[in-house]
């Protein structure tokens, strides 16, 4: 069994009590949010009131998913915290090293060979410190999760953005760094602040061609890409009672294009009906029996205004069919023929090359079903495909029982490619053309969430449109970007005018699910004797070594780089090609800071060494002070390490002798990862310092043996001409956070803790 009820009844045990207590200190009724934040407190009971969008506050996840690009460098610092089990339910899920290319045989064969070692890896790490294992073509991540273990009322990170679409049965599920879920995995808590809550009303009922995607297409073009930012979404009223429980999870999935933490739906009967088509009964009953407690109290929805800090209200019997895009998902235009006159205005392709339906956000069961009685009227009137169609089912259980049921066999009649079980074009695993940058312009319509230029291809110049997997479907089939299923008449094979009747389907399969192999592997009991695979020549992995305590004499600390500017996590350290160096270190710290702006000759990766006074790559004259012994700094702007929480823009900079961080403000986020590292990370108390840094400046920290939370530290700034200036850096560490940088890093201490 994959999921844990013991662990699920012990959540609900707690969730009267916490949420009773909640509504007390609060003096208000509660959302469904608060009620799961409320009852996740690391503390345990709640005995305050958070300041929504303010405070800091520890919280106790119940699970946590991992996916296996993001998983590597999360596993091998977990490795470092000397525990012989994870805290708290993990898996591990393969779905992002698949190319799409061939079809799924074909595709998983060649990912099982030039992956290999990765998910060897990830397997064995797996099975040795208790996580369970989805292997390559399992599926997808977020799907299999909502099959698997997402129950109402929960808490859950994951390591990946789309890790919200457990929103859909009724969790708080958010997408967080690897730092975090490691901190989690080895019995820490997680902070998050205490998040802004938008309620979005549902009134009507879908029906006709619009579909669940619309609804999120619809609050992206409202609220824009950043619309919901720090905030959960909360969706309530007659109209989410009405849709199906996969149907939420699409909505809470692109919750993440409009950047809110998260989304939810309060635990209703589509939710019950779903956990029981997947096998878990016993959830729901246990779910039933406080479903009070699993969804927004009825006063907050009644007068939702006085609740939230924000509200939209959508009827879903007004709702069209949308399609948002290109190159952003919150442009909404109107199927048809609105989409005629924008995209002629744009200089769009209105000729459509391929239809792809899948992703996390679009590929269950009732959204296959849904396509498929598009194919199947194309096939009965006579209708042509005008573009090619690609296929990613959401996992080998929906896979397994579609095929059973006919739906793949509808598609593969339309010529239909059906790769695996896979994230595959939605992650630009999509082997299309063999020089991407060189592409022709053309338009692609998907049921994916995201559609950034190169996002699914590579080519710059592919225009991509997100829609429902019905409406991709019937503009695949018309080849039109500017088909209107619902106005527009086709020719079909013998010269007839023919239109298409409303898309059906069905919610979950009418005979049940079926598969034969899961792909779920179970971790030992007792793991002690695995042995973690990784071979010492790998270019992709590497194990890591703890970092050795930088210590409180640090003096003739050298300028590695002054940043201008913008210096983003992407800056610090670059995606793209690099993504293949994710688990290993030491090859990945060849990108450092290689895309930060150096102040001095506004070049970048071009910086003065002072060893020889001669310009070369950061990452190189990085390197060449470490073999000499010297510890380095480098200075920044406003904002350093915004953007992702990767912790690799800190690690890097810890493993290539990077001592201290040193801007005008940073990126929450990346000044934590770096005090988790144990490094200094620092800020100007007076920003016009950073024009006092010069070139070829030495630092020493003269009263470091005196690290103490609120008491900032003095710098001695040494110029090349030996005269000096005194900055005062200010710093936001704790008793504990200072113990991470005494210990050399945070998984250090907890390693001394576990000893
Ligand atoms: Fe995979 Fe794309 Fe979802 S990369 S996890 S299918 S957003």
Redesign the pocket.
Known sequence: MAFDIDMIKKVYSKVVDRVDAARKITGKPLTLAEKILYSHLWDGNPNKAFVRGKDYVDFAPDRIAL?DATAQMALLQFMQAGKAKVAVPTTTHC??LIQAKDGAAADLKTANSTSSEVFDFLESVSNKYGLGFWKPGAG???QVVLENYAFPGGMMIGT?S?TVNAGGLGMVAIGVGGADAVDVMAGMAWELKFPKLIGVKLTGKISGWAAPKDVILKVAGIVSAKGGTDAIVEYFGEGARSMSCTGKGTICNMGAEIGATTSTFGYDESMERYLRATERADVADAANKVKDYLTGDDEVYANPEQYFDQVIEINLSELTPLLNGPFTPDLSTKAGSDMTAIANKNDWPLQVEWGLIG???NSSYEDLSRASSIAKQALDKGLKMKSQLGINPGSEKVRYTAERDGILGIFEQLDAKIFTNA?GP??GQWARYSDPKNAPKNSIVHS???NFAKRADGNPNTHAFVASPELTAAIAIAGRLDFNPMTDSLINENGEQVMFDEPTGWELPPKGFEVKDDGYLAPEEDGSGVEIKVNPTSERLELLSPFTPLGNELNGVKLLIKAFGKCTTDHISMAGPWLRFRGHLDNISNNMLIGAVNAYNMKTNFVKSQLNGEYDAVPKTARAYKAAGINTIVVGDHNYGEGSSREHAAMEPRHLGVAAVLVKSFARIHETNLKKQGMLGLTFANEADYDLIQEDDTFNFVDLNEFAPGKPLTLEVVHADGSKDIIIANHTYNDGQIEWYNEGSALNLIKKENA
């Open positions: 996916q779905d992002h997808i991540i977020h990946d789309h992703s996390c956000t994230c939605c992650i994916f969430n995201r």
